[in-house]
């Protein structure tokens, strides 16, 4: 089944602001332009003076804007898309596309992924993704294409770094912050309140602490929701008539509710001159009550209404820490960087649908099915780093470093079927399955991942003169993957059991594979003159490669071939220019051809539907960045990005079990074209007032939930462009502000489980609806 849906174009603002930089000839009086300091290359430079295309986004920004979330984060950035799947995915997958590098279908994943995002993370230099809320931010780093040398596997298309403002040793500061809204759609209010406070402890000891919640009302109404009893059954309409009675509905409104709580603790000893120890440790609670979806094409439900039956609630729970030691040594800085974090998240899943589609031809039909799936996802892991940083005005500039990490991934999943014993001892169906176990549980699985990393990395900078560098780097790394995986059929029993004689149908299977390898960038610029800078880079990104541990024997042996995977590596070649034009113009601009090898997918297998990742073949991704800020005055500005991504399968591949691709296939989830434009407009007021005036547009172009046309999983999303505006007022410590996010309550579909595939548990990923309100702020 093909869904098509028509696509919209951005709004005639956006040329509007196109033709605005006409103004340009009104060069007038001279503005002075924002200067954000990175440490993306390990060293402190300005943004402008990286040679490659890396965005940053300044604290101060990202507050006045109200930038709390991935979401709406996503929408200032040029060139990076986010399947937004709301915040009960949220944990599982960051859903983050940098220059067209995804080939995993756009519908729900609530199994362990068997190997990294393609895109990594970092709080600081810690490697983790976790959809953290946006709150004491110095600023948030975005650096596109493979970054593989300094940042290791996962950093296929690219990285996003969050830095976290330290702690100050030289005055007390305190902010209170709350924010009040309504969602369209919902009945309550949303809230967000939190504080934040600097406190010296003596002349080199400092204290950062902060927390707050988040209290997010739901828009989505579950109606076909069913009523159950006290033990989960579905309760029947007829309770006389248990084999063939419908199940009582219980619709629930407001259904993906969700809250957060948040706290940070940061310490800083500036131990002497040449010593300083930075220690922080990161806190939050989600709790979640369902989807973020809509199912306009079933009947019944509409574009904020689902007939999923059961609730899908779930909560999570993440404790991070990091260590950071730094040295100076005269001729370079040493720093020591160590990390730890355990995630866990207990939820439930509803499967219904799934066992009604696949498994009625063994289990009957039965009339009220409820497939509860207890899911109970766990992560933990500790990451060290050592690294030297050359210090001093030389021709070369250097960084060297050893990296070691350590994880562990493990999945819990428990699938029942409430009433099904009552309903297969009375039933005249003749495929039901009698004397099953007395908790009705149909399905368990127990799977581990682990993986552990040994690398050594390093950059080097040879300054040819004062205009032309050239930098090469390298990463040696060696890897261990484990997979261990037991599997519980308890009413399939000795069938399914491995050995043949097990009542439970246990399937045991267990891996392990070590790995090594190597990968290289070589980078080079050229400054025109003081503010033009031209620049080429070559550079590959991998993700690791890994264990599927699947039975081979047995009645639910899988294919031998898929018990492996390899890595996956992406060659970059990129030109670009990036500077300042007529004194106030900032601009970056990019080509960019990436050639992607062994793609991984994460899929199940054929036979018994485990979570495996496996290689397709190759792909490329061509196109072209542009991000231009434009100081009209030096109080007014508009930034204009866009991006143009075509990516595509370069090969056919087919793997056991039927998952397959076709040269020319595009990228899910990759947009071709993706506009943002915004513009900021600061007012100072007679009676020592300050207003800010801010919209921004987001446009995203049409794209696909998977690979191949006429696949189950395949659907076209519509194109669809989000505006947000705020004025904020300030006086010395207060600022209030009025802000309307998705001012035009656009509805955008991000990802899509099919008709054709889930029945009545086809949705559509979706947006949050316009949401309006305000906030206040004071610092002490």
């Not at 940061?266 to 979806?293: H, M, P, T």
């Not at 097990?502 to 003081?530: C, H, M, Q, W």
């Not at 030096?634 to 595509?648: I, K, N």
Request: with cysteine.
């Amino acid at each position: 089944m093909r869904v098509v849906l028509k696509k919209k174009p951005l709004s005639a603002a956006v040329t509007g602001a196109v033709l605005a930089s006409g103004m340009l000839a009104q060069a007038a009086q001279a503005v002075v332009l924002e200067e954000v300091m990175v440490t993306a290359t390990k060293r402190a430079v300005s943004a402008q003076e990286i040679p490659y295309n890396i965005s940053a986004l300044s604290g101060d920004d990202l507050q006045d804007q109200g930038i709390s979330d991935l979401s709406k984060l996503t929408r200032s950035i040029p060139g990076v898309s986010y399947v937004d799947t709301g915040p009960r995915n949220a944990g599982v997958s960051s859903g983050l596309i940098i220059r067209g590098l995804n080939a995993n279908p756009l519908g729900p994943n609530d199994s362990i992924n068997n190997t990294s995002d393609p895109v990594s993370t970092y709080l600081g230099d810690m490697p983790l993704f976790v959809n953290l809320q946006l709150k004491d931010i110095e600023r948030v780093e975005v650096l596109r294409g493979p970054q593989g040398t300094l940042y290791g596997s996962g950093s296929l298309g690219g990285t996003i770094r969050y830095i976290h403002k330290e702690p100050d040793v030289t005055e007390f500061s305190a902010q209170v912050n709350t924010r009040i809204s309504n969602t369209k759609g919902s009945s309550g209010l949303n809230t967000d309140t939190d504080i934040v406070a600097n406190i010296p402890l003596n002349d080199d000891m400092a204290l950062r602490i902060g927390g707050g919640y988040v209290d997010n009302q739901g828009f989505v109404d579950a109606k076909g929701r069913y009523a159950l009893d006290s033990t989960g059954k579905a309760i029947a309409v007829n309770p006389a008539d248990v084999a063939n009675s419908a199940p009582v509905l219980a619709p629930r409104e407001d259904a993906n509710d969700n809250s957060v709580t948040h706290a940070r603790a940061s310490f800083l000893w500036d131990a002497s001159e040449e010593v300083k120890i930075l220690a922080n440790y990161f806190y939050q609670k989600d709790e979640v009550g369902g989807r973020q979806v809509g199912s306009p094409q079933i009947a019944g439900a509409d574009d904020y209404s689902h007939l999923i039956p059961l609730d899908e609630d779930l909560e999570s729970e993440v404790h991070a820490w990091s260590l950071d030691v730094e040295v100076e040594l005269g001729f370079a800085s040493f720093t020591s960087s160590t990390s730890g974090y355990d995630y866990d998240s207990l939820g439930q899943k509803d499967n219904t649908q799934s066992y009604i589609n696949d498994f009625s031809d063994y289990y009957g039909n039965f009339p009220r099915w409820v497939v509860a799936s207890s899911v109970d996802y766990q992560r933990e892991g500790i990451s060290q780093e050592f690294r030297l940083t050359s210090a001093g005005d030389s021709d070369i500039d250097w960084v060297a470093g050893l990296y070691y990490t350590d994880t562990e991934n493990n999945l819990f999943q428990n699938d029942s079927f409430p009433g099904y014993n009552e309903w297969a001892a009375v039933t005249s169906d003749p495929v039901a399955v009698t004397g099953g176990p007395a908790n009705e549980l149909a399905y368990s699985l127990d799977q581990s991942l682990t993986f552990k990393e040994k690398a050594a990395f390093g950059e080097i900078t040879y300054h040819i003169t004062d205009s032309w560098q050239m930098t090469g780097g390298a990463r040696f790394f060696s890897q261990t993957v484990g997979s261990d995986t037991t599997t519980l059929l308890p009413y399939c029993g000795v069938w399914c059991s491995s050995d043949g004689v097990n009542p439970l149908g246990l399937v045991e299977a267990e891996l392990e594979r070590d790995l090594s390898d190597s990968i290289f960038k070589f980078n080079t610029s050229y400054d025109v003159n003081d503010d033009i800078m031209l620049y080429f880079t070559w550079a590959e990104g991998f993700r690791h490669g890994g264990a599927n541990a699947l039975p081979t024997a047995g009645n639910f042996a899988e294919d031998p071939s898929l018990n492996s995977f390899d890595a996956d590596e992406a060659t970059n070649w990129e030109v670009g220019a990036k500077g300042v034009l007529f004194e106030r113009v900032e601009f970056t601009a990019s080509l960019f051809y990436i050639d992607w090898q062994d793609i991984i997918i994460n899929t199940t297998s054929p036979v018994a539907s485990f979570p495996v990742a496996v290689n397709g073949d190759e792909a490329e991704s061509k196109g072209l960045e542009l991000e231009v800020k434009y100081y009209f005055d030096q109080d007014t500005t508009m930034t204009l990005g866009y991006g143009y991504v075509e990516a595509e399968l370069t090969k056919d591949f087919s793997v056991v079990g039927g998952l397959s691709g076709n040269k020319g296939d595009q990228l899910p989830g990759v947009p071709k074209h993706s506009v943002m434009v915004a513009f900021d407009r600061f007012q100072d007021l007679s009676n020592g007032m300050e207003l800010k005036y801010h919209l921004n547009a987001s446009y995203r172009d049409e794209i696909t939930t998977s690979l191949t046309e006429g696949s189950a999983d395949y659907a076209v999303l519509d194109a669809y462009t989000i505006w947000d505006a705020s004025v904020t007022l300030s006086k010395d410590q207060w600022k209030a502000t009025l802000f309307i996010d998705n001012l035009t309550d656009e509805r955008a579909e991000v990802g899509h489980r099919t008709e054709a595939r889930y029945g009545n548990g086809a949705f559509d990923y979706i947006n949050r609806p316009r949401t309006a309100g305000v906030g206040l702020a004071y610092t002490f």
